[in-house]
Nanobody, 120 residues
Framework: VQLQASGGGLVQPGGSLRLSCAASGTIFSINVMGWYRQAPGKQRELVARTTGDSSTNYADSVKGRFTISRDNAKNTVYLQMNSLKPEDTGVYYC???????????????WGKGTQVTVSS
């Protein structure tokens, strides 16, 4: 299983970016897909996640500005980030909690990360 993220970059404060992450390989079912981020010198933190029934969770710091969505047919999760702030800067990692085969246990998979820099 591989997670391929894209969409990071440099944006001015107040701007927008859209991240995408596609899961590929042998996948039986995906329970949760989400995004985490890690700023320099800080621990990795949850940004947003969504389950198969489309319920969502957001970090308090991004509520009202970020929207997570998921295309189950494409095994892809998106993160629309609006009103970006310098404190949103970091490496954003895609995560999927999935079962690769019907007999396999659920486990976490991670993408390599994509850099988001919010700066004027």
């Amino acid at each position: 299983v591989q997670l391929q993220a894209s969409g990071g970059g440099l944006v001015q404060p107040g701007g927008s970016l859209r991240l995408s992450c596609a899961a590929s390989g042998t996948i039986f079912s995906i329970n949760v897909m989400g995004w985490y981020r890690q700023a320099p010198g800080k621990q990795r933190e949850l940004v947003a996640r969504t389950t198969g029934d489309s319920s969502t969770n957001y970090a308090d710091s991004v509520k009202g500005r970020f929207t997570i969505s998921r295309d189950n047919a494409k095994n892809t999760v998106y993160l629309q980030m609006n009103s970006l702030k310098p404190e949103d800067t970091g490496v954003y990692y895609c995560n999927a909690f999935l079962r690769s085969m019907v007999t396999a246990p659920l486990r976490d998979y991670w993408g390599k990360g994509t850099q988001v820099t919010v700066s004027s």
